[in-house]
């Protein structure tokens, strides 16, 4: 039946829900870019909280890894075939696999490339198998 707050063993109903208010405690993890190396979204850790805005790198491989002069040639390489074509296969840019889609992640977290599967825009991220690559 009906019953009057506080209840000796009832909690009162929250006014924000529980992840709506976790989302905002953690509003600026929206706010960092991508890591430095793959490309990859970056998600907030409770470890990083007190130097959020340092963190560059996803993970200890990407750090130990780095940004290296052959990562910034692909990076042109996407763009120059990018300016050929309007929308074209990322496997057809030649380089090492991974490589090339790591290059392809940094351009598309610097909002320079667009990734797409059967025409539907997709999250560089988490994307698996083949994608397009739309200059922007």
Known sequence: GEFAWPHPRRKPPRSVPRATASKARHASSSKHGACASCGRTITWRKAWAGDWEQVRWCSSACRR???????????????????????????????????VRRAARRLA????????????????????????ITAT
């Open 65 to 99: 890894r780095g940004l290296r002069d052959s990562d910034r040639e692909l990076e042109v390489r996407v763009l120059a075939a990018a300016g050929r074509h309007r929308r074209f296969p990322l496997a057809d840019v030649d380089g090492e696999r991974e490589d």
């Open 109 to 132: 977290a610097a909002g320079r490339v667009r990734w797409t599967q059967k025409g539907r825009p997709v999250d560089p991220s988490t994307a698996r198998g083949d994608v397009e």
